[in-house]
């Protein structure tokens, strides 16, 4: 271990300043007009995998944005370690309410603030400096392979495509993955589960222009207010979701894993406190943890329809438009949610208007075995490096991928990730703390370490 | 009658014309980055109105945009015609949808398309055209006064201060104003009514910044989902309004006006045609004509939250808004229901978000006797023009300032407007039939004879 921080200690101001590197580049995947931004993003990490020593380095191109790969294979024997990250970040916006510039990252009291600090250019870099770390101390105790794409943050849609093509290249014996979140630094935390996603566009139409509100206001059904009694039927009044069939294939939590689940620390005036709520809200019967992790939900993540500008505009909207997502739990599939949404979406539409619902990418949701070899080495690395053993915890977010390398390579993933709650992620303000920055690059040799201990 | 129309036909070319020089003018009172054009635009006006030959022609500053008098009083003891005009129009977004520009007004199958073609340059400069006709053959019956302020489509908020301010010089017997429609050409109308306006902003927020859905999606209540379900609670199975109290002040037509407002031509089947739906909506037990006309109505007239540009965005979104107005009839007073609507809105608003509500400017129904001289004088000039007696109807669209002239300057107004409802006021491709344009100034001039004659 005294070595791992003696190499941090010579070498973190480069360390950092190559991570400040890689978050100025904008590689905003949603974006089209970021497009050549997005493209010197790869050609920064593949330079950056061959300085600390990767070999077959490549920039794959793929039909969207390219992955880039990189490897050292010390020996076929040693079990194989294959990291996932991606390059590409979210959109920015509201600019307005940034302190600083998104993609000039800035340093205030520890953390570092920037578009991608955590989500996912901190997490998966340190990855790279670990990597660095243990061929520099010749440390390096399992095959390693890198596999960073440009496109998670729009559904990962050629991923799938390259894996499969790829399939002999990606062997390994785990996927090692940076994207998700610890309770604390007091209290580190492996997540074990993911939930998946559905997410689609609906358009609600109405009369086939904007209208007048005086002169056919109260002869004409207005989409903005229809859309409204759609999405307000969504919820009942327990706040469980009313599309048919939508819990059928939900897995209920044991009594020990809700025990477990709910163990971890919580404190309840500090999580309304931090969102500046008053009261917190959710399905009838659950508790906070198990809402965020083991209940499927509903949003509505964007609305919009008529005059939204400036001062008064007295207009019938022609249409209405939101965008709706769906997380959910093991055994939802993302297909059959998209369709029994679309199904009852459409029919509950009154023939006053024409409803259209177009599907996004989706994803889906995972549980990560803990008495496995994978789980039981971070567990074990985290306890050394931390000095306290991780709480096992069910995560809110979506990684769709990592039920395609189940699929696809057979393989289970670990998430071992860094962030914190607090980090602001697809919000304005996104940081990472350096202190979480460094305490990862020192326990991912020791994951490593563990893994081939264990694999013997 | 015949003069009219030989001084029409020997200028009619130039009629047309300065009302294309006068819509090039992009007078949008709503966003001041027009602030110059819409100052030009009363220069323009001043100076047409001293070219026919107006007296005392002043630009009146007021603390907004200036409202342009001008009058020719030709004998005390004859009744004064206050004509009442805005020569500001709506913003013309959104602008893509506009078949030729917005302020280059063109021509296609006789019908001016421009922005304010309709409303209501082409409707107000009818009456100075009519006014020209009138002196330029000597047969100006009645004084006149022209009153056309560059506020009335954000709320003629420095009219009332002017015509309090302005008592004496506005003295009249009438105020006239075209900024209603007919039915049709081969049906001519008057609007007898007109229905108020009360118009709002509502702000619903959550958590102090946009959120991970993931994370924190189940757990949060999300605003866009908060306002949606207040906005689908404002109508009940019957689209009956449910803000308690709202219809308390509401006159039931009786028998015979009902009657009589059903008597005018309409096709539902055209009504349905014309705006592309399948089916019409509204308060359940009333016509299409008694909705529009004689029941109160809430509308969104916009509703934004969370992301809405290209692709996908998880977020929950911090806040969710919408702009809702609402058509009153009599005898509602636009202060009471905005009052009724604020403290229900507040008070259905759940524990776990804050709501705020901004009134924007309102106006008062109103209803045009027609038993008066002024009402009879119109009467006779359709009669006399169209060869058809005008059927009385009673418009949805609101025109704030009626109610205000009645109150300050003790007078009632006729509402003889030469409209279509095809004119897409408000919308895109908003349009002015040019044999409308022609009609109105055929006709303005037997009203002002009419009204003397019965004023004797």
Redesign the interface.
Known sequence: MQHIKNYIQANKDRMLEELFDLLRFPSVS??PKYKDDVLKTADYVAQKLRDCGADNVEVCPTAGYPIVYGEKIIDPALPTVLVYGHYDV??A??LE?WHTPPFEPTVRDGKIYARGACDDKGQFYMHVKAFELMVNTNTLPCNIKFMIEGEEE??SNNLGIYVKANKERLKADVVLISDT?MISMENPSLETGL?G?S?LEVEVV?????????????????P??I???M?????DDNNHITIPGFYDDVIELTDAEKTSLNSAPYSEDEFKKD?????????TGYS?FE??GT???L???????????????????SK????I?M?LVPNQTSEKVTQLFTDHFKKIAP??VKVTVTP??GGEPVVTPTDSIAYKAAQKAIAESFGKEPIPTR????IPIVALFEAELGIKTVLMGFGL?SD??????EKYDIYNYYKGIETIPLFHKYFAELSK
């Not at 109405?206 to 207005?222: E, I, M, T």
């Not at 999405?231 to 919820?235: N, R």
């Not at 949003?299 to 909207?317: D, F, M, S």
Request: hydrophobic share 30%.
């Open positions: 949603a974006d979210q959109p916006d509201p309410l729009v559904g979140s939930r996603l997410y109405g009369p086939n222009r904007d209208l007048h509100s005086g002169v056919y206001g109260g002869a004409v059904a207005n903005a207010t859309l409204a009694k999405i307000a039927s969504m919820h969102l500046g709520i008053d009261e917190v809200w959710g399905e906070t809402r965020t209940r499927p939900t949003e509505v993540n964007g609305i919009w329809g008529g005059y939204i500008g400036e001062g008064a505009k007295t207009v019938l909207p209405a438009n939101a965008k997502s997380r023939s006053y996004h990418h995560g809110g977010g979506s709650d602001a992620l697809h919000s304005p303000n």
